[in-house]
């Protein structure tokens, strides 16, 4: 949690120096500097695990396609030399590029959970590396969060790398709730949610979404620092790599703030696991550690009382139950009885 993260995690630069927590300004891609209340700054935060080259085109892609002014911070996982090269390199060409350096990985929650606490805007975006934001991305999640002060939380349309398909949009998230209570949550991306393109109807439809992933998330500093953030390991309990993104949405929920899902703000997201290395030094070491994800899931499902974990994919149902042991695969009927006046979606 954020109250008391500078204890708990070193802020060190790449000489292994104290970074300054204090820092009273800030400066823009523009050499501009803000202070408090920092109202017209935002806060990128980008975990750095390997996949250099991945970081330095999202950097790259913020720093094309973004007017507003904005900070960006690192928090790298203990890369090797030839990542720590590229993002010592990004730094020392941006002004407004921030490094915190870890000897090892704090999960992708104490990652975030850092880059949050060293942070100054008002707004601040969380990032997955592996994305490319579109033209004016920044400009439409801030517009949208600012339609409502009880908005926390602003999500984009994330494309698959030709652009036109939709890799994922407001309208696949999905929970099923009852008397207040959510006991399902998930992924819905079958029968008319399967193969979307860029301007469909369904994809252009923007509105309040149960929950959203933090590929490319932007969030009210103050909210943040309200509801505790992320819910990093302390004391052997928590979230250290799977399913934070969920997590974070019913923290927000659970603190009377709404999601928002902004179909004008794109970003490309190059998340084709067919395509990729799983034994790569990113996956192996970092993403796919399948018995954290495990106890990741299973801290999670407890936390929050919650049974079905919604995977419905255009070809097949991954979805899963969970048994109070472990999670078993189950064909999932939302349109049962059991299930179809439980249903929330985008609205």
Not at 175 to 195: F, H, Q, R, V
Not at 290 to 306: A, R, S, V
Not at 318 to 345: A, H, P
Request: proline letters at 2%; hydrophobic letters at 35%.
């Amino acid at each position: 949690m954020l109250v008391d993260i500078a204890n708990r995690y070193s802020f060190l630069d790449r000489h292994g120096n104290s970074l300054n927590l204090d820092r009273t300004t800030a400066l823009d891609q523009y050499g501009k500097e803000h202070s408090f209340p920092f109202i017209d700054l935002t806060s990128v935060i980008i975990i750095s695990a390997e996949r250099g080259n991945d970081t330095r085109r999202c950097v790259e892609s913020i720093f094309e396609n973004t007017l507003e002014p904005f900070e960006i911070i690192l928090s790298d996982v203990g890369s090797t030399k030839e990542t720590l090269k590229i993002i010592t390199a990004l730094e020392d060409a941006h002004r407004n590029i921030h490094v915190i350096h870890n000897k090892k990985s704090t999960g992708t929650t104490g990652q975030r959970n850092q880059g949050i606490y060293f942070s100054r805007g008002e707004y601040v975006v969380l990032m997955d590396n592996d994305v490319l934001v579109l033209p004016a991305w920044l400009k439409h999640l801030k517009k949208a969060a600012e339609k409502d002060e009880q908005i926390g939380l602003v999500g984009a349309k994330f494309l698959k790398a030709e652009i036109e398909n939709v890799h994922y949009c407001g309208c696949h998230t999905i929970t099923l709730e009852k008397d207040g209570k959510i006991y399902g949550i998930g992924l819905t991306k079958s029968g008319p949610m399967a193969n979307l393109q860029r301007h469909d109807r369904l994809v252009m439809r923007g509105g309040e979404a149960p929950w959203y992933t933090t590929t490319a998330l932007l969030a009210k500093r103050k909210v943040l620092f309200e509801v505790g953030g992320f819910d990093d390991m302390v004391d052997g309990k928590g979230i250290f790599i799977a399913n934070e993104d969920k997590d974070l949405s019913l923290i927000i929920r659970k603190g009377r703030y709404k999601i928002y899902y902004c179909p004008d703000a794109e970003a490309i997201h190059n998340h084709d696991y067919s395509k990729v290395d799983r034994k790569d030094a990113y996956h192996s070491k970092y993403r796919l550690r399948m018995e954290q994800i495990e106890k990741d899931t299973e801290y999670f499902l407890n936390k929050w009382g919650i049974t079905y974990l919604i995977e419905k994919l255009p070809h097949e149902d991954n979805s899963k139950k969970w048994n109070g042991k472990e999670l078993v695969r189950i064909d999932l009927r939302l349109d049962s009885d059991k299930f179809k006046n439980d249903i929330v979606i985008l609205v």
